[in-house]
């Protein structure tokens, strides 16, 4: 399968500053990624979708000022956490795909808030 | 988002078992995947099934796209202790976006 990158593997900030978390879709060009969030023990949620050159949309409950997302290029996306809070520690972990295609994952970034 | 109704929630088998998990959703999908997740890994693909009916085999895994486009099931055979990890459905839109099963958090005992 194709490879996505994940960077970094895991973080630990402090109350109130902010972190940022890339995706590369290493071998392929990605048109669409997508960010989700994973807590302990639990499925992966949506947090965001995002296309090359446009605004990411995002979903329900998912506050766009505080995770945001920039997809500059087909190949990378970068995700946010802004002002970060211990409730934001989480696993969070990016997918990339093209429209017709299966996406693939990242690593996962573990990100844990101090 | 919206989840799908994935089942069990967990397993825990002798090895040398079969295992058998499925997804149901109230909506249709182009799509079903099937990931394993190991423990702070990202989800690995399995197996991708793009046709309604169509039954995909991936060496002892097994895998069928429900005729009605909102199930599937997942069959493991001759379970072995590596097959130990979560198992992750998802169901795919046109343009991508995915939505995933609870999860089947299987264990199995040598």
Same mark, same amino acid.
């Given at each position: 399968?194709?490879?996505?990158?994940?960077?970094?593997?895991?973080?630990?900030?402090?109350?109130?500053?902010?972190?940022?978390? &890339?995706?590369?879709?290493?071998?392929?060009?990605?048109?669409?990624?997508?960010?989700?969030?994973?807590?302990?023990?639990?499925?992966?949620?949506?947090?965001?979708?995002?296309? &090359?050159?446009?605004?990411?949309?995002? &979903?329900?409950?998912? &506050?766009?000022?505080?995770?945001?997302?920039?997809? /500059?290029?087909?190949?990378?996306?970068?995700?946010?956490?802004?002002? /970060?809070?211990?409730?934001?520690?989480?696993?969070?972990?990016c997918s990339a795909g093209t429209d017709f295609a299966e996406a693939f994952f990242g690593q996962g970034t573990r990100l844990t808030v101090v | 988002g919206q989840q799908l109704n994935q089942s069990p929630q967990s397993m825990f088998i002798q090895e040398g078992e079969d295992v058998s998990m499925n997804c149901t959703s109230s909506s249709i999908f182009n799509t079903w995947l099937w990931y394993k997740q190991d423990p702070g890994e990202g989800p690995v693909l399995l197996i991708a099934l793009y046709k309604a009916g169509e039954l995909t085999s991936n060496g002892r895994l097994t895998a069928q796209f429900g005729i009605t486009r909102k199930d599937s099931f997942l069959n493991i055979s001759a379970s072995i202790p590596s097959d130990v990890g979560i198992y992750f459905c998802a169901g795919q839109r046109p343009g991508g976006d995915m939505r995933f099963g609870a999860g089947t958090r299987l264990t199995v005992k040598p």
């Open positions: 399968g194709a490879v996505v990158s994940q960077h970094p593997s895991w973080v630990i900030c402090k109350s109130g500053t902010s972190v940022k978390i &890339e995706c590369r879709s290493l071998d392929f060009q990605a048109t669409t990624m997508f960010w989700y969030r994973q807590f302990p023990k639990q499925s992966l949620m949506l947090m965001a979708t995002s296309n &090359e050159g446009s605004k990411a949309t995002y &979903e329900q409950g998912v &506050e766009k000022d505080k995770f945001l997302i920039n997809h /500059a290029s087909l190949t990378l996306s970068t995700l946010t956490v802004t002002s /970060a809070h211990p409730e934001d520690s989480s696993f969070y972990i | -």
